[in-house]
């Protein structure tokens, strides 16, 4: 299945796909729904372009929304923000911008950039830079390609831009962290400038599709009774891990990101076991009655037992049903520089990553 | 006395002068003579234009350092650091510059415009944007004139760029000091974009000129062993507040600020009073035995009671001789505009200025 245009239809898909490959982060697909079909009821559809097609003289900024999501659910953006990362960091540029990509796939991250396509009037690379989310700037696979967060351009609601044109990554990310909190604890960013030819090589082909057709699975499982976990899992090649019921969720908002650890008791099959989920804005590691069964680079996302509704860590409650499970991540996550960027260790855990 | 181009010869005169207008705050002048003397000395002498010249076609930016004065001290800025802050704010405008102008003056912000200048092989304009120095970006007369911060531009000694273009001066300073404090609490600064028109209007004249004469005026008062701060007070249309010695100084590094309080015990004719000064990077009030007797907008210098040289709040120590006078600001401080920007009321005391 190959999109090749999003409208308003399309937009309730995308969102609970990407907030499924969102693996409890890239924000809250009510509010990546709410934005982008305002957006393309204001300037009609949006054209998506394969990553294959991209030309060779395309100039490509990623969008995003980076902060807690904790605070991202209250504090929303303005309706001007989206564009105006990537019109400013195109200024500092002095280039001419002509494509829009998606930095990460995610329930905000994975429409946003369609509210800058659809804001800006330019076409969206169907693709992402990670096939997931992670919840650190430089945790994209054009990192691995050299290609740089830097320079970037950061807006808050209000107006407020901001470019950083650092000597790394590392001091993209401390100075565009901290630039996020003083803003408010989110905002829009662009980075990750791209000729045609990186974009080709460094992105994770039709992760849009991708997010529409889960989402669409999941709706249709809905409609007919079926499982929506089970339809999600053999699409995405995963592997069940836990049904059971949230007992506990420790979670505090430091640092800008939304940390913590979930409890749940076992149901079904999983009655009698405990499963624990330990979260930075993403579900990193999953652990069995105290055996680790899942980690990241891997994806591990977590669902609502009966709707298949992607369940965010900012959304975790005490009694949820949940399903979880694990799927594969893009195989260059599992190189040595992928799990140096975003591995079980960078985590601060001190483990070899469990494959999918 | 006008000069037409600033030699490494002149230097320690401009430092020195230079430390005696920032009223306590401004920068160390030992640094700011290190430093410029490097520059002149590897690009030659750097060309003076006096304010009335600057053609209308200028594009002038002003360049400083920021941040908290008891960090530079120990936190040098690298070589190149200086003229990347006006090239990357340049970039951003995407403006051909002109002219470089010092943003206020003090023993280090007199002093880095002319490494700027020199590094970038512009000329400098004789004048400042203060005619004293004041601790926040927004407190400096192009304010008063609707020219803004925003967008400016901030560096640090590691090469890292951040340029903020913000909705008003408020959010250039809290982004930017709160960049400065990530980038270690100091920083070098471009910002106030002004034609030359705009520069003519709202600079104070001569800044550089007059620095270099009052340093003179030290240097030649303790050759001819006569008193340095009397020959001051008197170019400056000053009034003797204090002559005493430092018994105590309250000091602290906080939100990028040093903050605190000096008290002093009289010597001579002051025998037997009280004097306080209270901080913050600048000497804002003064009291001789419980009353106010100076206060901002007007310039509290402190000077060594036997050298004349000017004593930094950073550089306050117990045992201190000092010599305490007040002196004129700029007229355009004591307007509404300018009250309200950095009057009394402005750091926190409820006092009406006090009329040097």
């Not at 990362?85 to 905000?108: D, F, M, Q, S, W």
């Not at 990186?198 to 992105?203: C, D, F, G, K, M």
């Amino acid at each position: 299945m190959t999109m090749r245009e999003i409208t308003v239809d399309d937009v309730e898909d995308i969102a609970s796909g990407a907030a499924i490959l969102g693996t409890g982060g890239g924000g809250d697909p009510y509010i990546g729904r709410l934005l982008a079909a305002a957006a393309l009821r204001e300037h009609g559809p949006v054209r998506l372009v394969p990553l294959a097609e991209v030309p060779d003289d395309a100039e490509v900024l990623t969008v995003a929304m980076m902060g807690a999501p904790t605070v991202m659910v209250e504090k929303l953006p303005s309706g001007d923000q989206v564009g105006l990362a990537p019109r400013a960091l195109a200024t500092y540029l002095g280039r001419k911008l002509t494509h829009i990509a998606c930095a990460e796939a995610g329930g905000v991250n994975s429409l946003i950039p369609v509210v800058a396509a659809a804001q800006l009037g330019l076409p969206l690379i169907d693709a992402d830079g990670m096939g997931r989310a992670f919840p650190e700037i430089q945790m994209i696979l054009p990192t691995i390609y050299g290609i740089t967060t830097t320079p970037m351009a950061l807006t808050d609601e209000k107006g407020n831009r901001s470019v950083f044109d650092t000597v790394d990554n590392m001091w993209a990310e401390r100075l565009a962290r901290t630039a996020t909190i003083e803003m408010g604890c989110s905002a829009m960013i662009s980075a990750y400038a791209m000729s045609g030819p990186q974009a080709r090589e460094s992105l994770v082909p039709a992760t849009l599709s991708l997010c529409a057709e889960l989402g669409a699975l999941v709706r249709s499982a809905r409609e007919t009774h079926a499982d929506p976990a089970a339809a999600v899992i053999a699409r995405m090649g995963g592997r069940h891990l836990f049904t059971g019921k949230v007992v506990d969720v420790e979670r505090r908002t430091a640092d800008g990101f939304a940390r913590g650890v979930a409890r749940l008791s076992g149901m079904g099959d999983d009655t009698g076991a405990e499963f624990v989920l330990r979260f930075q804005n993403e579900n990193l590691v999953a652990e069995r009655d105290g055996a680790v069964t899942a980690s990241v680079p891997d994806l591990i996302c977590s669902v609502d037992q009966e709707t298949g509704v992607a369940i965010t860590t900012e959304g975790l409650r005490y009694g949820q049903r949940m399903t979880v499970f694990t799927a594969p991540a893009d195989p260059r996550w599992h190189s040595e520089a992928g799990l140096a960027l975003a591995g079980p260790r960078y985590f601060g855990y001190d483990i070899d990553p469990v494959v999918a």
